[in-house]
């Protein structure tokens, strides 16, 4: 055998030796087929060379495929489509007939200046259904075409799969009635720094404040996209703002930055969660949408479905081009609802691309219940995603802060933080030169350096800021903290911005005479490599408040984590925080599925 | 009946290949080894047989497809025994090369070049990964799609009638494109072979085809007879298989991994006509030498370049160029030999381009009226959509895109960057870098001169960004290879 070995190894590799690897390989993926009913390292490839034909369109993998799919099985030869990406139609639907948004033939359909004669230009073309792809090609959004599928008399949708929409365009204009909701009026919150593509899990964006429902505050919003400390921030923000009528008027403004998201979206609290106001389904088969948008920009509408258990999903119903040339363009856009859909957030976003500036008009939703039967959407594999029960706001950690100033005024900025050493950095960006794309010229004047000591207790730190007209301010920790409040003062008033707490679980002291020795255990899932901070404030009776700083530690996916310490003596009530800053990717957040804590008995 | 059509198809490739490379032998260039010729015929085979299939369409239309099969074959088949001899020499040759290679393989060699066999290994479990994604996909891609479903009407019709497709067929097909027609023959020429179906399952024949001509193209310019080097080699594949745009395109079934290998093989070859009548050793002067039948073949090649799709017009600039300001003939029979080389290609490439003209008055039409309707206003979309809206990002994310976005081109420009600093004058005294370099200035000098009077063309599309990416994998693999000398030469000393 040792000789054996010695010679496999002296001589040279022979083809042999290659095809016996091979087969060995080929065997032992065979018996793991045979023993577990799968295959170890490929798919078997018979399978994948047998269905890439007949079951492709079945192939949940192929993007939108399911549409096509339902559309071989249930229209006829005899339906007519009129189509925004023909590539599919053209190779796996080739038996049906259809008009070709590229086609020449309906060139003049682009010079219709209204919806009512694009309605009907397509209807005497016998069209009865409308393709468009997981994008709106210009073809679509630059026509009477948008207007139409935007409304419910028209359209509507009828079939979704991985954003690739089938509309049914109805015979006659069908009668619908706009129904109010809580749940579109409760106002815009302002969300800035979710980056591209994080639409489809909204667990990723930073959890809005409270505070920045545009209502009675004039001022609202305002943050930066900031999971990634030191990786590139830049001045994003919007705001919305009352007109003189009392409307919202949205104002979105970004950098050249390709990637962070400036967005508005109704209803209060985090966007994974249902907003306030539940609708009646048996009514309401979906939600229409119109505002004006002027400027110079990439607009994309969302839509967030929420069934009466907390499940999710979303999905772009619309996206366009805003151009300074064409004036105040008007946007209609309309989704229907998924038939387990009790709730629904709109989401208006810059869609992340390139720098520019939106100003966006008495944005509108209706709830749509049409006169006669309710339509169905029919929803294909976009199943709606349940949040885990114990599923705490997955928040990032904030370093950073903006605001944005009308006039000349005095803005009192105080920081506060327990626990650790902070250090903060303000400047100013003078939003000077509007004409020229570039929208911001920044400056590093009237910046502030302040150092924290380190400390058990509580610090605050206050300083007046003069700014000018239309000035961003910009607010940045310069170094890694692990917890920090804010104070604002505005016009003297003390305004709490925002907290950060992970975890929330108080707890009473069963026995508090003596310093305990604790342990606190967490077991969550984070991303790769990163430090998962804890600390632990307390409250004394009669009011003192301490905090013990715990300190970081290194975990990476699902984890596990403890630390021990010292509880001090004579504490009625503590409350465990936990945090996060992950230094190699700017992905995912925590998700915290239990935590809990030890304290010894003294005996 | 699957398995005898793919057979059939293969068998009909390796006809046409053995049949140029016959051609090749008899005339002895571009190589005077008949591996040598097998291996750079074996990218003009589909593309020779989509060529004749393009002529027999236009001229003799109509008739059933078995005409189309044997006539082709045919005349493959009748220049192979013609040509005999060559093809016992070339086969015997290559299937010398062939076995030899498996004896190569010990672990002497492997310890010895440690770096070599890494490089050639890892290069290798790319090329069997994407080899098994090429057969395992079904066709997605939008473009792919629609040539595919264009070339259904024109095997149904077998003629040219419908090309380009305007106006829309009673369905509502429609598809304008006016490249050269040769992706869409190499398909209707697969579909003959399955006998009135038209799926995707043979299609993906073509792309592996090349995709093997590619690498072994990529591996025979980086050995260099002069200076044979497996790391060099070995980069060389790698680093083409490591470019993640250009695999996804080969497993989407895009055309582009198909014109851009024909586009270096144009260089290739007109590299080799340097070196034939101007650098090699040899009994004549450069000035005496005979120069016809390698211009002839030179300009075949680069006329099959220029077929395989409107950016193959670009090909015959370069490689005239290239042969015109490297030479070291008379003017006169620089002249000369540009001319013989420019009318050959002319005569294969050309058709396309002047139908064009005479249809639209421009050689290359790439444009649809809707994007031209002014209310539609494409040309905007297309800038915010590919983050083209100002100036700075159209230098950033279209001009130096190579350099902006790795996840699509990989590394291998910034190797070719920085080792091209590094050793600029190794890779200048490298004849075929300078071809290859003549091929990458004229394209960025497009590249710029367009985008300068705001044309986007060039610059819209990452795909076309990619046509001299295999100058830039060669420049880099040579400078790769170089510092791994130079680091070698370190250590020693």
Redesign the interface.
Known sequence: MKQFWKEF???????YQ?VAIILAALAVQGTARQALGRTLL??H?SE??GQ??DG?LA?RG??GSTVFEWALNNTSPDDR?L?Y????F??YL????????????I?DF??LDESDAAYQYMLDRDVNYVFVPN?M???LY??QMASVLGDPAYANELVIADGFRMFQLHETPRPWNCVDSEMLNGGFQTMVGARLGYENRGGDFLVPDDASIVGSSSYALLRTADANPGGGMRPIGGRAVPDENGDPELYMIWD?N?RDRVAFVTGEGQISQPPNGEFDRNEISGVQIELTAQGIG?LEIWIYEFTADGAWNSRRIFDT?I?EERGETTVHAQASFQPTTTSARIYISNGG???GELRLGSPNACLVAYEDDRPDAIVLNTGMEIPADDRLPDDRFSLSQEWFTREDETVHLAFGTRCHRLSVFCRQIDETDRGA?LLMHRSAQGGLDVTFPDSGGFQLFTAPVETGPRTWLECRASQRIWLLERFPFRDGTLVQLERRILGNMISNNPDRHDTRRARLHLDATVPYNSNVIAMVHWDRPGGGRGCTWLGPQIASDQTRLSWEFDLPANVDRFEPIFSYDNQLSNSGGIRISRAHLEIENQD | MIAISLIGLIFSYFLATTAFACVFHKLRFPARSGAANFLLAWLLGPMGVAWVLWVLLRFLPGLPPAVYMSAIMGVAALTIILLRERAQEILGETWRYLSAL??L????NIRSNLLGSGLLLGAAILFLVTA?NI????????????Y???S?VLAADRSLDNYPL???L???????SAHPPAFHMMIVWAYFFEGGET???LLRIIQLHYLIGSCALMAFVCHRENAPSVVRMGFGVLFLLGTPFYIALVTSFHIDPIRIPLMFLGMVVTHRLLMRLDYEGGDTEPNKRPFIIPALITGLVVGLGMFAHSIGLLLLPFAQSAYFFVCKQSFIRRCLICTVLGLTALFIGAGQFVQNTVDYGVPLHDS???WE?E????K??VR??R?L??FE?RVTNGLLVWFSRAELYGQVHWFALIFGLIFWRSIWNDLQSRVYAMGMLLFYALAVLTMSIGVDMVIKNIRYMLTVMPFVVYVAATGAARAHEAVLERVRR
């Open positions: 190894v002296a001589n040279r590799v022979t083809v290659i490929f798919t490839f994948v060379w890439r034909e492709v192939n192929f993007p489509f189509i990406r023909q590539a599919e053209a190779y080739d038996d049906r007939r259809w008009i070709y948004d590229f086609d020449p033939k060139l682009y010079d994008y090609p210009s073809t630059n026509s050249r390709d990439y081009v151009q691309f390139a720098s794309l | 498996p004896d393989v010990t672990w002497e098994f057969l395992a996909m079904p066709i997605m891609a939008s473009d792919p799609l629609e595919a479903s264009l259904r305007d106006p829309s009673d369905t509502g097909f429609y598809a304008r799926s995707s399952r649809e009226p809707v309707h209310e539609v206003d494409h905007t979309d915010f959509r983050d809206v100002h990002q």
